[in-house]
C-alpha cells in the first residue's frame, strides 16, 4: 500500500477516532467504504461486524486492500461482495484477510467471476481454529464454476464443521461436481440449507448428490429448481428423504420429474414431518395435479394421509 494520503480525508466526522495513518486507498474501494462503513473513523471500524459493498464496481485492485481493511475491523463477522470482479488471485487475497479476525462467518460472493476454488481450502483455513468462531455461511453462486473449478470443494469444505448454508446455484456444477459436492457434504454434519438452482445436475449428478445427503440429516432447506433430474434422480433422491427428518423446504421445479418422480417423492418424503413448502411446476404435469401432488405429499409428510403402495 501506497503511504502517501490522508486516510482521514474531510468527511466532517471530527478527528476523535481517527488513524494518524497516512494511506492512499484506490478510490473505488475508499467511496464504497465511506458508503457502507464509518471509515475512516478507526475506532469506528473497530466494532463493525457487517460489511456489504455489492455491486459496488471493485476490480482486483480494489480487493487486494481486503486484509487491510479487516485488520482495522477485527470483530467483523459477515462479508458480502456480490457482483464484483474480484479477480482470480481472490482467495490468497481471503487467506490473508482471514488472519485479521477471529469472529468470522459468513462470506457472500455472488457473481465474482470465481472459475476456480484453488486456493479457498487455506483461506478458510484461518477460521477454523481453536480461537475462531468457524464459517457458518458460504454463498458461491452466480459464478463460472465447472467441475474442474470445483476440484478443491471437498478440502474447502472440510475447513467449515459449523457450515450451515452452502449456496452453489447458478453454477455449470454438472455431475462430476455433484460428485465432488457429495464428497464435500460428509463434512457439513450441521448443514441446515443447501441451494444448488440451476447447476445442470442432470439424473446422474442427482444420484452422487443423493450419496451426500446422507451426511446431512440436519437439513431444512434444498432448491433442486431447474436441473433436469427426471423421474430417475427424483427416485435417487428419494432414499436421503427419508432420513430428511427436518426438512421443511423443498424446490424441484423445472425438473422434468413427471408423474413418475411424484410417485418417488410421495414414497421418499413420507417420514418428513415439518415439510411445509414443496414446490412442483414445471414437471410435465397437469397444473391442477401439480397442486394436488405438491398438498397431497405434504398432508402423506404430516401424517394426515397414509403414504402410496409402491409397486
Not at 413427471?258 to 414445471?282: D, I, S, T, W
Not at 405434504?298 to 403414504?307: E, F, N, V
Amino acid at each position: 500500500p501506497a503511504l502517501t494520503g490522508d486516510a482521514g480525508g474531510s468527511s466532517g466526522r471530527g478527528e476523535l477516532g481517527r488513524s494518524r495513518e497516512q494511506v492512499r486507498l484506490p478510490p473505488r474501494l475508499d467511496r464504497a467504504l465511506r458508503r457502507f462503513t464509518p471509515w475512516p473513523d478507526m475506532r469506528e471500524m473497530r466494532g463493525v461486524v457487517r460489511l456489504e459493498m455489492r455491486r459496488a464496481d471493485l476490480l482486483a485492485r480494489e480487493f487486494a486492500w481486503l486484509g487491510y481493511v479487516l485488520e482495522r475491523a477485527p470483530a467483523l463477522q459477515s462479508l458480502d461482495l456480490s457482483g464484483n470482479a474480484i479477480g482470480p488471485g481472490w482467495a490468497r487475497v481471503l487467506e490473508d484477510a482471514f488472519r485479521h479476525t477471529e469472529d468470522f462467518t459468513s462470506l457472500e460472493l455472488f457473481g465474482c467471476g470465481i472459475a476456480d476454488l484453488s486456493g479457498l481450502p487455506e483461506a478458510l483455513l484461518n477460521t477454523n481454529t481453536l480461537t475462531t468462531k468457524g464459517m457458518t455461511r458460504l454463498g458461491l453462486g452466480g459464478n463460472m464454476l465447472f467441475p474442474q473449478g470445483l476440484r478443491s470443494l471437498p478440502a474447502a469444505m472440510k475447513e467449515t464443521p459449523k457450515l450451515t448454508s452452502l449456496d452453489l446455484c447458478r453454477n455449470p456444477v454438472g455431475e462430476l461436481g455433484a460428485r465432488l459436492l457429495a464428497a464435500g457434504l460428509k463434512h457439513t454434519l450441521a448443514l441446515k440449507t443447501l441451494s444448488l438452482g440451476e447447476c445442470k445436475l442432470g439424473a446422474k449428478g442427482a444420484r452422487f448428490l443423493a450419496e451426500g445427503l446422507m451426511w446431512t440429516k440436519d437439513l431444512e432447506e434444498l432448491a433442486l429448481e431447474c436441473n433436469e433430474i427426471g423421474h430417475d434422480g427424483a427416485w435417487s433422491l428419494a432414499e436421503p428423504f427419508q432420513v430428511l427428518a427436518n426438512l421443511a423446504s423443498l424446490d424441484l421445479t423445472w425438473n422434468n420429474i413427471g408423474q413418475e418422480g411424484v410417485r418417488a417423492l410421495a414414497f421418499g418424503l413420507q417420514k418428513c414431518r415439518k415439510l411445509n413448502r414443496l414446490l412442483l411446476g414445471g414437471n410435465a404435469l397437469d397444473p391442477s395435479a401439480e397442486r394436488e401432488a405438491s398438498v397431497g405429499i405434504r398432508q402423506t409428510a404430516a401424517g394426515l394421509l397414509l403414504p402410496p403402495l409402491i409397486g
